[in-house]
Every structure is written in C-alpha cells, then in structure tokens.
C-alpha cells in the first residue's frame, strides 16, 4: 500500500518567515495531494491540495509543489503569522474509491 | 446542513467494556472512514466505506467492527475496550466527485 514520509516533525518559526513541510509517497500511481490543516482541540480541514497533471498551485500564502518524477510535494506558507501556528498533514491518494494515506503531521510553531 | 457530527465527544472506558462511537453525515456523500489519531502518528485508518451495506478494513482495524446499514450512518464498535485504544478518533466523509476528506469534531476516547 502506499506510504507517506513527512518531515519535519516539528517546525519553529519567526512571524514573518516562511515554513516549508515536505512530504514523499511511494506508490506511483498516487494523483492527488491534499494538505490539511488541524488547529490544536479542531478537527483537520482541508487547506490546499494538489493533482498530478499539475507542478505547483498557490492561494494567497499558501503553495503546494509536486515532483512526480521523485515522488515527493512540499507545502510552502509565506509571511507566517501566529495563526499559521497547528499540524499540518499531508496525504496521498490514488482518486476515485481509494482513501488517502496521510503523512504522521507537523507541528508549525510561530512565534510572534 | 450540520456536515459531519460524531457523539459522544469524550468518553471513559473500563478495560473491557464495550461501545459504539457514532458519526452521521448529512451531506449525502458516498464515502465514510473511521480514523484513529495518536502522537506523533498522524490518522490512521481504521475502517471504511464506499456506500451502504460495503465496509473494508484500514490500516489499523483490530478490535474495531463497524457497518453501514444507511448512507448517513457509520458507527464505529469496540467489542472489549483495551487501553491500547486510548485516542481521539475522527470520522470523515467524502463525496466521489471530490476526493476532500470532510472530518467530523472527534470523540477523545480514555480506556482505564
């Protein structure tokens, strides 16, 4: 089945820099990568996500990108700011009827 | 449209009772899974469903039934508690024109 690597497990960051958490999947026949986001107490939502006919997908500060090629896709967030501050997961699928793999979370920290 | 509601919200077991987590989506959405969610491991899957009367097992599925009699119900069981299951457990829903997990608030659940 398909397996998920994600890293780092915990990231600390100044309000203002960038965060990059990247992820990597094993099965090739994976096509679609969502990222979700799961404010401490919250359920986790669903922030951007990626398929595999395209190479990068932005909305505001957010960015996901996809190297099929290395079978890997990072999420970029620009300008952080405290409320930036939760896990966030990554996850595989192959669409259709298959439920998707996730990543084990990382913990973004953003200090004001 | 209350989306995806899970009862109860916090539950204490003793070691070997048992009990059923329920999860209930309004949203006529084909999909529904069951997820576990501990530390340091992200969600794992448990059980799922790809319509009434079809369930298969996840990743994680011992000492957890579950059936899917109705497309909005999808009650996870545990026969014989073990503290072992100690977590917070998620219920999730998708349609199968998107593949967006639409989660529901979690049952945090304690096995003594």
């Known amino acids: 089945g398909e397996n998920v690597e994600q890293h780092p497990s915990t990231l600390s960051v100044q309000e203002g820099d960038s965060a990059v958490i990247k992820c990597t999947y094993s099965?090739?026949?994976?096509?679609?990568f969502p990222w979700y986001k799961q404010e401490l107490g919250k359920r986790p939502q669903l922030i951007i996500d990626i398929r595999s006919n395209v190479g990068e997908k932005k909305d505001q500060r957010i960015a996901v990108t996809l190297n099929k090629t290395a079978k890997h896709f990072s999420l970029h967030i620009t300008e952080t700011q405290p409320e930036d501050s939760a896990v966030y997961f990554c996850a595989a699928s192959k669409g259709g009827s298959y439920i998707p793999t996730f990543g084990r979370g990382t913990s973004l920290i953003v200090h004001p | 449209n209350a989306g995806v509601t899970q009862t109860p919200k916090f539950q204490v077991l003793k070691t070997g009772q048992s009990m059923t987590l329920q999860c209930a989506q309004d949203?006529?959405?084909?999909?529904m899974s069951w997820y576990r969610q501990d530390p340091g491991m992200g969600l794992r899957l448990i059980h799922y469903?790809?319509?009434?009367?079809?369930?298969d097992q996840g990743e994680v599925p011992n000492g957890y039934n579950v059936s899917r009699s109705t497309t909005e119900d999808f009650p996870l069981r545990l026969l014989s508690a073990a503290p072992s299951q100690t977590s917070v457990y998620f219920c999730a829903s998708n349609p199968t024109s998107t593949d967006t997990q639409y989660f529901g608030p979690g049952t945090r659940l304690t096995v003594l």
């Open positions: 469903s790809v319509g009434a009367g079809i369930t």
């Open positions: 099965d090739s026949a994976s096509n679609y």
């Open positions: 949203m006529n959405h084909e999909y």
